[in-house]
């Protein structure tokens, strides 16, 4: 089919496109979205958000979902406050952010691999659990605390926030890692088929396992950049980064349902939401409509994404919904 | 005796969830004396009322298979609610009026769900999380926030703040009645036996001449206006409107679906089943409420049963295949 073909093509060329009209509206509607204050404000901002979309990226290439990333961060930016109020020192909050990270991953990890949990369910359970951890932890005190370490503070390096080459390196490394290491590819063949995979000697199991925990690392530090950008931690902290972060992953363009995308593709989808986010509001919008631009934006990119990827590949699906 | 205990069918989830239900109500009256007293068991049921809705629809949505689960029941019950009190108050029509208008707004509502999933082939998570996202900021847009009152007249409480026979009104009126026209459709009727099958393996499904997209945009449809319905059963239990009264909603709405032996992959389960489960989150949230444990440990709670009842649907289907 030559139109499929001319509709993936439409579908990544889609997103530059966007892009670049969404910079050049808002530039027209204010002039304070292009100046370089702005756009070092919207790259720190958004900085933990980009990471926690980088490993969610992971776990939907393979086919599953995460969404208990927020509350996650949430329990990290606590144990993170509590730790560095305490006066130790930053390298042990450092690694103590990134284990509690990593062991918040490992227990999602563990529920879908060795318990057979759909990802939806048992992420969606541990959402919950996370989220009432974080209320007991915090016990009606608010935390209040400093950056750990100046990369974490809005400090800029010529006019560029220091996290925001933090980011550029999780990146760069995720994109070489998922396309030139076998491991990477694997990724790839256990979304497209995981029977296949597994027939094919992948192992599927701690591929999952490893990704989840991929993401519970990259919540560890987006813990970090959290308490840094916000500076308070609260019971709801972190919330709102989980549907943001899918968001980010399926406006990018990933399949959701496995077997390709990218993790660059994400750095676009997100650079896209928060660009919206700031922008509208620099437009006089009021917040309130921000939920309905997300929104419809998710609701717009995957619907492209998907008529694509039907015409190209599931004539057997026709009349399945 | 012994005959007794072999006839009973042990491995049928409703018989764990009636023991389950018996136990926590034994352990709930020791823990607090209140616990079986009229009110609070009338307010537990009012809640159930609003809850049992919501999960009815779930269910149905998950027994269509294809990854079937509707994220934003909680937020259609919001907009649906925002939708009367709008209607009834600000347009100043008939609360009852009104109230059709509500399960309208759902059924649509609904019927946005259903074309992204079955038209647009969009994967039925990422729609309606999307959805949550719109119907409730759709929601807050409307009421810019603020609660809408002042609909109480015409009888309109007689809802949900009546009792018929002891027991209140809406459970009477509204949620048994939906649960036994569900179960009757589903166990029943040729819809019914297309919807297990839709739900079980489409391919197979479609083959015997089924239309599954029909099927499945129906079941989406049906939820919506269900969260509609549940929508009108609160406001006039509350007697107010606001924006964000399903928030949360879509989490228990899926436990109780998923504690009452609705396989989250399809096909497979029954509405009474739902029901039991209803009752006993009903009866553990009314029991941590009496503790004064609050509402977010309840959450908690919420999750951790919802991911025990997936595990041990997994250890028993590993036992029963060696």
Do not use: C
Request: aromatic content about 6%.
């Amino acid at each position: 089919m030559a139109d499929s073909r001319t509709l993936r093509r439409v579908q990544l060329a889609l997103l530059p496109v966007l892009l670049v009209v969404e910079f050049i509206v808002f530039s027209l509607l204010s002039p304070r979205f292009f100046t370089p204050e702005n756009l070092a404000n919207i790259a720190y901002n958004s900085a933990d958000l980009a990471l926690v979309a980088a490993g969610v990226t992971l776990v939907v290439i393979l086919g599953g979902i995460d969404v208990s990333t927020g509350f996650a961060v949430g329990i990290v930016a606590w144990t993170v406050a509590k730790l560095s109020g305490a006066g130790l020192p930053a390298f042990v909050v450092i690694f103590a952010a990134l284990v509690v990270g990593a062991i918040l991953g490992a227990i999602n990890g563990s529920l879908v691999t060795f318990g057979k949990v759909p990802p939806i369910i048992a992420t969606l359970g541990t959402a919950a659990i996370f989220q009432t951890a974080l209320f007991a932890l915090w016990n009606s005190n608010d935390l209040f605390a400093s950056p750990v370490a100046p990369i974490f503070s809005g400090e800029r390096v010529l006019g560029v926030p220091m996290v925001v080459g933090l980011v550029i390196v999780v990146y760069a490394f995720l994109a070489w890692f998922m396309h030139k290491r076998p491991s990477g590819r694997e990724l790839y063949a256990t979304g497209s088929n995981p029977e296949a995979a597994r027939l094919a000697g992948i192992r599927v199991r701690r591929l999952t396992f490893l990704s989840y925990l991929t993401i519970g690392v990259l919540v560890g530090l987006a813990g970090l950049i959290y308490v840094g950008r916000v500076g308070v931690v609260q019971a709801s902290s972190g919330n709102e980064l989980t549907l943001l972060a899918i968001a980010a992953v399926v406006v990018g363009g990933t399949s959701i349902l496995g077997g390709e995308g990218s993790v660059l593709r994400t750095l676009g989808g997100l650079v896209f939401i928060v660009v919206l986010q700031n922008g509208i509001v620099l437009a006089g919008v009021p917040p309130l409509w921000n939920g309905l631009m997300v929104g419809t934006t998710i609701i717009l990119a995957v619907a492209i994404d998907v008529l694509a990827a039907r015409k190209a590949n599931r004539p057997l699906l026709r009349g399945l919904a | 005796m012994n005959r007794v205990m072999r006839s009973v069918p042990w491995s049928d989830r409703r018989v764990s969830l009636a023991l389950l239900i018996v136990i926590a109500v034994v352990v709930m009256s020791l823990l607090s004396p209140y616990f079986l007293r009229p009110d609070n068991l009338l307010s537990m049921t009012q809640y159930g009322a609003v809850l049992g809705l919501l999960a009815l629809g779930q269910s149905i949505v998950i027994l269509g298979g294809g990854g079937g689960i509707d994220l934003s029941v909680g937020s259609t019950m919001s907009l649906s609610g925002v939708v009367f009190g709008l209607l009834a108050v600000n347009v100043g029509l008939d609360p009852w009026v009104a109230a059709l208008g509500a399960i309208a707004a759902g059924a649509v509502l609904g019927g946005v769900n259903a074309a992204l999933i079955t038209l647009l082939r969009i994967p039925p998570l990422i729609a309606t999380i999307a959805t949550l996202y719109l119907f409730a900021s759709a929601a807050l847009v409307l009421t810019n926030g603020i609660d809408i009152n002042g609909f109480d007249h015409s009888g309109f409480a007689f809802l949900g703040q009546s009792k018929i026979a002891g027991f209140p009104t809406q459970v009477i009126l509204v949620l048994l009645p939906a649960y036994v026209i569900a179960a009757i459709i589903l166990s029943r009727t040729p819809t019914g036996r297309r919807i297990y099958e839709t739900g079980n393996n489409a391919q197979a499904a479609l083959l015997t001449g089924v239309n599954v997209r029909a099927t499945r945009a129906g079941l989406y449809i049906t939820s919506g206006a269900l969260a509609g319905l549940a929508a009108v059963v609160n406001a006039s239990w509350l007697l107010n409107a606001k924006a964000a009264a399903g928030a949360g909603m879509e989490l228990q709405s899926i436990t109780i679906a998923v504690l009452g032996g609705i396989v989250i992959t399809g096909g497979i389960g029954r509405v009474s089943g739902t029901l039991l489960g209803l009752v006993l989150v009903v009866i553990l949230n009314s029991g941590l409420q009496l503790a004064g444990v609050s509402n977010t440990w309840q959450i908690g709670l919420l999750g951790a049963v919802l991911i025990v009842s997936v595990l041990i649907d997994t250890l028993r289907v590993r036992r029963q295949r060696t």
